[in-house]
């Protein structure tokens, strides 16, 4: 079974200050990592994934996530803030084809963070 | 507008009722994808398509739920004898297919269902 562990309901950051949302998974294998954000009343939207190499990855908006498979972390981080970054993030995982064989497609996903940017 | 479109956005409906909801995916998408989301909650998924052959089913997925995509295009989730326990937001999700499987899922908007 694999999981996906938000410890945080909610993050506060002042704006321009720099932020991590974190996440913790567990699965059978090797990860596939992403995250998401959800804007009110809007559908979730794709920021940024791991697949494998680089333990850094870029995404969208300034985001950056870094993949850490001994402490099982995919958190994720911004520079700098900006109150337009408020939203609900949510990291989800899924095992990679080569491990999980019979091509399990669907993405498990935490209870969400809320961050909120302080002007 | 080339994203995830799902109709229709909201629904009301009496217990009992059956309620039936569509997603369009995007066009060059082989794979479809439905997921429930509950206040507080993060998406659980539901089921998943690769063209018109449903591949993958949850638990959660109970004999009250049906889910086609009779031509690998549009699908349609119907909800039988609906209950309060099923108010929740939809998602559909769709993703292009790909031999390693890492392409990311695109959402759409979501139908939220309310079970009075």
């Known amino acids: 079974a694999q999981s996906v562990a938000q410890p945080e309901d909610q993050v506060n950051v002042a704006e321009g200050n720099p932020l991590t949302v974190k996440c913790t998974y567990s699965?059978?294998?090797?990860?596939?990592l992403f995250w998401y954000v959800q804007y009110p009343n809007r559908g979730l939207q794709f920021l940024l994934k791991?697949?494998?190499?680089?333990?850094l990855v870029k995404g969208s908006y300034g985001f950056e996530a870094e993949f850490n498979k001994s402490q099982t972390s995919f958190h994720l981080k911004k520079p700098s803030a900006l109150v337009s970054d408020s939203a609900l993030y949510f990291c989800?995982?899924?095992?990679?084809?080569?491990?999980?064989?019979?091509?399990?497609?669907?993405?498990?996903f935490g209870k969400g963070t809320k961050l909120s940017v302080i002007p | 507008d080339t994203g995830v479109s799902q109709d229709p956005r909201h629904k009301i409906t009496k217990r009992g009722q059956n309620v039936t909801f569509r997603c369009d995916p995007i066009?060059?998408?082989?794979?479809l994808y439905w997921y429930r989301q509950t206040l507080g909650q993060g998406p659980e998924f539901l089921t998943y398509?690769?063209?018109?052959?449903?591949?993958?089913k949850s638990r959660l997925l109970s004999d009250r739920f049906s889910a086609e995509r009779p031509k690998g295009s549009f699908s349609t989730l119907e909800i039988q004898r609906t209950e309060q326990g099923d108010s929740a937001m939809y998602l559909c999700?769709?993703?292009?297919?790909?031999?390693?499987?890492?392409?990311?899922?695109?959402f759409g908007p979501g139908t939220r269902l309310t079970v009075l």
């Open positions: 398509f690769q063209n018109e052959a449903q591949l993958e």
């Open positions: 989800a995982v899924r095992v990679s084809l080569a491990y999980s064989g019979a091509g399990s497609y669907q993405l498990t």
């Open positions: 066009s060059e998408h082989n794979r």
């Open positions: 791991y697949i494998t190499g680089d333990n």
């Open positions: 999700a769709s993703s292009s297919l790909d031999p390693t499987g890492s392409n990311e899922q695109f």
């Open positions: 699965v059978s294998g090797n990860p596939y």
